[in-house]
């Protein structure tokens, strides 16, 4: 077969939608996650989808919660969520449970997403008078609750602020996945984030640790990507993923589409990096749990 680059794009994109390989390791204790960074743009919610659609794709269930009243994830994700759709919110305020409010996504039939609505809006202000306000997240995810979906890893997505739906996602979580940008401002208000992560684990969840730190939106072709990367490499150690997603214009244009990248471009190099990025954090979760 002639070597073409269209060719070449095809064959990875083959790869990606139908893996041979053996599937991702299966992590010992289900990993609930939360992604978050106050500040916007920063591939928050393109990173909780892609991630999750390329464990999904690889053989383990996922679950992605889409706490931001923004509602992208559950757009890039394909699952309604129109006003009076059940949602997040309903789970909040505890009238409904996670099952029923989880949707499959058409992305994978093992990738679910408990969808977002413009309810949410006002739900910070409804929380505030409610018992055990920085809890209700945590309630609803109980080992009880999560059992009926038996996901292996549950990505919770933040809205870009670090107010009271935040503070639930950082109390119901193990983990925090920070993404950051290679940019010029990428550091800038990564101290507060830091300070509220320490906080909470100080009053409200001592479980809770930084485990991922993935670098978004590199262009190579600039100095200051590079100085971003190795001041973050140098800040955060073996935290930051040595995957490193690159800037892309497929994978800002896959969520108008109501797709991740991963199926609307799967050949593409932004396809091919969160896949990396997810098998590193599959395989990096089993080896420490191993441990």
Known sequence: MVWTPIAEEAARAASVLHPDESLLPRPAHRRVITVANQKGGVGKTTSTVNLAAALAIHGLKVLVIDLDPQGNASTALAVEHRSGTPSVYEVLIGEISIAEAAQVSPTSPNLYCVPATIDL?????????????ESRLKEALSPEAL????????????????????????VAAQEVLIPIQCEYY?????????????????HLNPDLAISTILLTMYDGRTKLADQVTSEVRG???DVALKTVIPRSVKVSEAPGFGQTVL???????GSMSYLDAAKEIAVRGAKEEGA
């Not at 208000?189 to 300070?195: A, F, N």
């Not at 199926?263 to 593409?268: L, M």
């Open 186 to 202: 990428a550091l800038e208000g990564l101290s507060q984030l830091l300070r509220n992560i320490e906080l909470v684990q100080q």
């Open 235 to 237: 800040h955060f150690g």
């Open 121 to 133: 809006a006002g739900a910070e202000i409804e929380l505030v008078s409610m018992v055990a306000r």
């Open 263 to 269: 199926t609307y471009d799967p050949g593409s190099r």
């Open 147 to 170: 059992d009926q979906l038996q996901p292996d890893y549950v990505f919770i997505d933040c809205p870009p602020s670090l107010g009271l739906l935040t503070v639930n996602a950082m």
